[in-house]
């Protein structure tokens, strides 16, 4: 969570999209999606799909999550937490214990 | 290396490249999705993610997500099956109930009861009442006293809930489906249902 969280929170204004939160975070996808759905669920995360009409290659559009004011608050906090934890040192989140 | 090269680009080993990364990947994970329940999201997320990787990722995108189907997906059909069992639909229906009146109380009064005082929305005729130990008001009471904080802004989300959205939204709503009073129309509410009654 700590990984996503950080890749969240490093554009909180932008547009994320399941692909670049995997391979930004490094996270396998089976982690990702659920974890998104949680925090779909919690509130921090809204989601909205593609408009069709910007699309220029063939595929369908895609689904994004966009970050709320709490999920800034509260991922925000966890990351906070992490970068004080000796355990999440090794994730490169800045750490300063 | 002329045999390698001779099996590079023969006609069989052509045909399996363009089965393993062409074909089975969107066969396999259109397959894999339907575990999903019909109306999930993730149904056409994944599909439309699929076409963002790469060739060569694909097999092992939809690999994976034959287990996000399986954490995700196989509750909801368990959880269908289950559903039918009595015993089963009444203690979701008492769950849900305590659900609703914990959010209602919480959301409404600030009232935050500890687990050990379990509060009960009852259904007498029609009536919504909430009671929760001592504490009892009528359903009329509260949506005079709670009309501007019904509805859940789920703190600072651009969407704006009603309750009942929200409680949708959190899959806590199977009154209608486990009851066997019918609810009240929280819709015919005109103070539920739009944006300017807002405290």
Same mark, same amino acid.
Do not use: N
């Given at each position: 969570m700590i990984q996503v969280a950080a890749v969240l929170l490093a554009e909180p204004d932008a547009r994320h999209w399941g692909y670049d939160l995997i391979k930004r975070s490094g996270e396998r996808s089976a982690v990702v999606y659920p974890m998104l759905t949680k925090m779909l669920n919690e509130g921090w995360l809204t989601d909205g799909w593609e408009d069709p009409t910007a699309i220029k290659e063939k595929r369908p559009p895609r689904r994004y999550y966009e970050l709320t004011d709490t999920g800034r608050q509260e991922l925000g906090a966890a990351l906070r937490y992490a970068r004080t934890d000796r355990r999440f040192s090794a994730m490169n989140l800045g750490w300063v214990g | 290396m002329t045999e390698l090269l001779? !099996? !590079? /680009?023969?006609?069989? %080993?052509? *045909?399996?490249? !363009? %089965? /393993? @990364? #062409? @074909?089975?990947? #969107? @066969? @396999? *994970?259109?397959?894999i999705v339907k575990i999903y329940p019909p109306h999930d999201p993730r149904r056409k997320e994944l599909v439309a993610e699929l076409y963002i990787y790469p060739r060569l990722e694909r097999p092992f995108f939809v690999a994976e997500q034959l287990e996000t189907a399986l954490h995700e997906g196989m509750p909801w059909r368990f959880g269908r099956v289950l559903g039918h069992i009595p015993a089963v639909r009444r203690r979701r229906a008492q769950h849900n109930l305590e659900t609703v009146t914990s959010f209602l109380l919480r959301e409404s009064f600030g009232l935050d009861l500890p687990a050990d005082q379990p509060a009960f929305l009852c259904l007498n005729d029609g009536e919504l009442e909430v009671m929760a130990n001592e504490f009892s008001i009528s359903m009329d009471e509260m949506l005079r006293l709670a009309t501007p904080r019904m509805y859940a802004r789920w703190r600072t989300s651009p969407k704006e809930y009603t309750v009942m959205e929200w409680l949708q939204r959190r899959s806590h709503l199977r009154l209608q489906r486990y009851s066997k009073q019918p609810l009240p129309r929280f819709s015919q509410v005109p103070c539920l249902c739009t944006c300017d009654d807002r405290g």
């Open positions: - | 001779e !099996v !590079v /680009v023969a006609w069989p %080993t052509l *045909l399996i490249a !363009v %089965t /393993v @990364f #062409g @074909f089975m990947p #969107g @066969f @396999f *994970l259109r397959c």
